[in-house]
């Protein structure tokens, strides 16, 4: 049943207008994201409302006002059985870490787009990827989006099932996409018949990438993009939010290439970092402890030597923060064409990733592993009865996402979605949607957390880790095999298998001839893929 709370503002005509603009920073968040929430002081360097002192006094009493408004308005909707639904702007990221935004304690990354929506918005710190069944885990990633469903339930292609968007547009919603799609030309056209600047892939050279329309369910117009990835997205995200006319709510959904490698931002948002360097993860290590079955001979892991250096480490973490934050930029175009627009009040704006990246972690670059960089992203709502400012450690994975964004239109949820609506959380109705996080890995791994402990089974190689995150949030110290945590390491196993059977999982948790787990290098050979630009090849693979 629709929840009208969520649901309408009041027309156009009724808006209050406040801006939070500052003069050094000119790319703000949408005004609407101040409506119906609980205010907050504008920056130290917000310019006043007005040039005349007597109306700056006012400010105060306006904020009260808009205050009680936006507290009285949802119970008004709640009883109104014809409340609009929101439109919904969807902000995705690909292969960002969830401790890459400067809101959330990171001081030594630059996001302030992403930091006024987290002001204005709900974070959820604990929101997991559901594992992944290939090194690419963007795929699976993508297609339990779409589903809401399980990566045991749903085919890479999404062939046969139900997709969000199709739903949506049975609800009465429009739809439009821009930006990456990596489950297939055919499931796109069904989920998206309208979309421009579509790159069907799973990744190019940022200055290079391959992008195609579609119009009426056919692909057109394919060439390479002339502009930066996030640039060429964030353009058609803002050329569909200008020229929306529709009388129906949108679903715009936008989907980054960045900051997944090739780590090649514009020069400027790499020499910011190479000249202010930020520190190397706590738990980096120049090699890996063992050999989870990927940290050799798969693509993301070529993208340095091993040993892995600090220097090489630290360049590309340069690197990674410039994506991040040229991509930043961009979300804040977006936000600000939002916020010129007659339906900004009325539009719930997700920003989320397809899950996270080690990048020197663990000794290990790529996302192909299940500790908390790899398998954490980042998710923050902002808009229409969604509380600001406001943190939520409750386990969330990525695919709650779908029944969420089903019930803010009014849509029925169909068969085997894996997901839970998130709005309990941020009402205060739930303080949990579930006790625990289970993360399965292809048939190599299988990890199951707690609110204190995780455990990492490898199958291929017989080997477990118990990690205490409450003293070791970094994951260093492999408690499974020290004394007096063996009851702690068979209560995690029984959760574990108690997972496996409620998704179906059959992946036994031991072999009979285990493979070796001592990593060895002498057999690792390096190569650059095509998608790297030579400046990049020639840093680190060298001249050829």
């Known amino acids: 049943m629709r929840d009208h709370n969520l649901t309408r503002m009041p027309p156009a005509g009724s808006r209050v207008r406040l801006s939070l603009a500052t003069s050094s920073d000119p790319v703000v968040g949408p005004k609407h994201l101040l409506t119906g929430m609980r205010p907050l002081a504008p920056p130290a360097t917000a310019r006043p409302l007005s040039r005349h002192g007597w109306l700056r006094g006012l400010f105060p009493w306006i904020m009260v006002i808009v205050t009680i408004l936006g507290a ?52 959820f710190r604990n929101n997991y990827c559901f594992g992944s069944n290939s090194g690419a885990v963007c795929v699976p990633s993508r297609a339990m989006l779409m589903s809401g469903r399980t990566w045991f339930d749903v085919k890479p292609n999404l062939d046969g099932v139900p997709l969000l968007p199709e739903i949506l547009r049975a609800a009465g919603y429009t739809t439009f996409a821009t930006g990456k799609w990596h489950n297939g030309e055919s499931s796109f056209v069904r989920a998206f018949p309208d979309a421009r600047s579509v790159f069907f892939g799973g990744m190019a050279d940022h200055t290079k990438v391959p992008v195609a329309d579609v119009s009426g369910g056919k692909v057109t117009n394919r ?86 250096t600090k ?25 600000k064409a939002l916020e010129k627009s007659d339906y900004a009040q009325n539009t719930i704006v997700v920003y989320t990733a397809d899950h996270g990246l080690a990048m020197g972690s663990h000794g290990l670059l790529g996302k192909q592993s299940l500790y908390e960089h790899s398998m954490k992203c980042p998710l923050v709502i902002a808009g229409p009865g969604i509380p600001a400012g406001k943190t939520i450690d409750a386990f969330t994975y990525l695919f709650d996402l779908f029944p969420t964004i089903c019930e803010w239109a009014g849509a029925k949820l169909p068969e085997k979605v894996a997901g839970e609506s998130l709005r309990p959380l941020w009402v205060g109705e739930k303080k949990q949607l ?8 292809s048939g190599l791994m299988r990890s199951v957390r707690d609110e204190r402990w995780k455990l990492i089974v490898y199958p291929p190689i017989n080997h477990r ?5 409450k003293t070791d949030p970094g994951e260093t110290r492999n408690l499974a095999a020290e004394p007096g945590f063996a009851a702690e390491v068979e209560r995690l196993t029984t959760l574990l298998t108690d997972w496996q059977r409620k998704v179906g999982d059959t992946q036994p948790l031991s072999v009979t001839k285990p493979k070796p787990k001592e990593v060895r290098f002498d057999d690792f050979d390096r190569k650059p893929d095509k998608w790297q630009p030579p400046w990049i090849v020639e840093k680190y693979f060298g001249k050829p």
Request: proline letters at 11%; charged letters at 25%; aromatic letters at 12%.
């Open 223 to 308: 060439r390479v993009a002339k502009k930066f990835s996030s640039e060429e997205f964030a353009d058609a995200a803002i050329e569909f939010l200008n020229g929306y006319k529709g009388r129906k709510p949108f679903f715009c959904y936008v989907a980054f290439t960045a900051p997944h490698d090739p780590r090649n931002p514009p020069e400027k948002y790499r020499e910011m970092y190479y000249q202010a360097r930020p520190p190397l993860p706590a738990n980096f290590r120049p090699l890996p402890a063992f050999d989870n079955g990927l940290t050799k001979n798969i693509r993301d892991e070529n993208l340095a030597p091993y040993p892995r």
């Open 72 to 123: 009285t308005a949802p119970a008004a909707r709640a009883t109104d059985p014809n409340a609009s639904p929101p439109n919904i702007l969807f902000l995705f990221a690909d292969d960002q870490r969830a401790d890459t935004i400067a809101a959330w304690g990171n001081p030594h990354i630059r996001t302030p787009n992403l930091d006024r929506l987290v002001a204005h918005g709900c974070s």
């Open 434 to 441: 579930r006790d625990s996080v289970f993360l399965p890995f």
């Open 311 to 335: 220097e090489v480490v630290g360049d590309q973490l340069c690197e990674y923060y410039g994506l991040i934050t040229h991509l930043d930029e961009q979300v804040g175009r977006i936000l």
């Open 465 to 469: 880790e118990l990690f205490d995150l």
